[in-house]
């Protein structure tokens, strides 16, 4: 079955650990993207990676990191200097030159 | 700036009851219209995709239009399952990105 996996589907850290978030793909989708959804607001994009080995900032990257070092894998961490890093963390993906994005099931993180 | 609103916030049916969702935006230039739709605690799940006005994509009881400043999902009929929240996206045209642009959603319960 093909399909975005995200892990773990609930995360509790104390305020001032660094996290890191899973998201793999075996969609063989060159894209990857990673969104911040919070109550009453639209998703909003932290950062994306069309190839290996590269990305962008998305419109809220203060506070997070990223890496692609393989095809299949985008990991999101959430620093100590994120101020609200408390939401629900969407992983998704999409096929080169296509532009509809695949989501994956989600990681609900919360910082006390 | 490439903005989605839409309407209304939330709106509660009776089973059989049809209705429209609005999504309306402004943006640049229009790459892609995306539908999705979320269930509590999951990740978007893809609907339709509209690229051009006057365009229309049909799946079960859902249809999706689209003209040059919005887009409407028509729900026909709709059961129970139908309820969830529906999330519209805009893909501006944006050199060498594929970012998407979301509203904040319709939550749409249907009652038995």
């Known amino acids: 079955d093909g399909g975005i996996t995200q892990s773990p589907k609930y995360l509790f850290r104390k305020e001032g650990q660094n996290v890191t978030l899973s998201c793999e793909q075996n969609l063989n989708h060159d894209a990857m993207y990673w969104y911040r959804q919070d109550p009453g607001q639209g998703l909003r994009l932290i950062y994306y990676s069309q190839i290996v080995n590269d990305f962008q900032k998305g419109d809220i990257a203060e506070g997070y990191s990223v890496s692609r070092e393989k095809k299949e894998s985008f990991p999101l961490t959430v620093t100590s200097a994120q101020k609200n890093p408390t939401a629900f963390y969407l992983c998704a993906s999409s096929r080169e030159r296509a532009y509809e994005q695949y989501f994956g099931p989600g990681t609900r993180l919360t910082v006390t | 700036e490439d903005q989605v609103t839409q309407s209304p916030e939330a709106l509660r049916l009776q089973e059989g009851e049809s209705s429209s969702l609005n999504c309306s935006y402004t943006v640049s230039g229009l790459r892609g219209l995306f539908w999705y739709r979320q269930d509590p605690g999951k990740g978007p799940e893809f609907l339709f995709t509209?690229?051009?006005a006057g365009e229309e994509k049909e799946k079960e009881r859902l249809k999706a239009t689209l003209t040059k400043k919005e887009s409407f999902l028509h729900i026909t009929a709709p059961k129970p399952e139908d309820s969830a929240t529906y999330l519209c996206?805009?893909?501006?045209?944006?050199?060498?990105?594929?970012?998407?642009?979301f509203g904040q959603g319709t939550r749409l319960t249907i009652n038995p």
């Open positions: 509209l690229y051009s």
């Open positions: 996206a805009v893909q501006p045209i944006i050199q060498g990105a594929q970012k998407l642009v």
